[in-house]
């Protein structure tokens, strides 16, 4: 019994250190980033009642207007909840951009394309983390450590419009992340 109790209390440690870890990992990456960002807002999405993971926006405060975010340097945590394939993530991620009607067929080709090599599986220990400076490349970090960018600029306001523009298919989450 002893001994049992002994291994839950190690895994437990073990899962810890392992949260903690990504934290720190994932703060160091927005505190060199975004030196002066905190978190605009956050909130959990939900597809047909499952929690998929739980959002946060990071900006600068005082430079971030929800009217005008595409102009302002942000980040974006994803806390998964779930496991799904990346390629998934992907293919979701163009569905979303066609109904807000962003983009046009060959950027929507050549984003999936560069999303599905960017994009890993996820499960519930995974944080990616989208980087967003306007002009620039949008990067992409898992649990804190960069795995990729697409450098198309049109791609990082067309990608972060899938939860802040006004017609988003999660408005909820929208209003949450925006602080409001």
């Known amino acids: 019994m002893q001994q049992g109790m002994r291994r839950i209390c190690l895994l437990l440690l073990l899962s810890l250190s392992t949260l903690l870890s990504t934290a720190l990992a994932n703060s160091v990456v927005l505190k060199q980033a975004l030196p002066e960002a905190t978190v605009i807002g956050s909130g959990s999405f939900r597809w047909f009642g499952l929690k998929l993971y739980d959002a946060s926006l990071w900006a600068v405060r005082s430079s ?3 009217e005008n975010w595409q102009n302002t340097s942000m980040a974006l945590e994803l806390n998964y909840a779930r496991s799904l394939e990346g390629r998934r993530i992907a293919e979701a991620s163009i569905d979303e951009m066609k109904k807000l009607g962003i983009g ?3 950027q929507h080709k050549a984003w999936d394309e560069a ?6 599986d996820v499960d519930k220990t995974t944080q990616l983390t989208g980087l967003y400076v306007p002009g620039q490349p ?4 898992r649990n804190g450590v960069a795995i990729g960018e697409i ?3 049109a791609f990082g306001p067309a990608f972060f419009a899938i ?4 017609k988003t298919t999660a408005p ?6 925006l602080g409001q």
């Not at 999303?115 to 890993?120: C, D, E, R």
């Not at 939860?163 to 006004?166: D, K, Q």
């Open 172 to 177: 909820k989450l929208r209003t949450a992340l």
């Open 138 to 141: 949008t990067r992409f970090f």
């Open 104 to 106: 046009t067929p060959a």
């Open 163 to 166: 939860w802040l523009h006004p």
């Open 151 to 153: 450098a198309d600029p």
């Open 115 to 120: 999303m599905k090599q960017v994009f890993p």
């Open 64 to 66: 971030f207007n929800p």
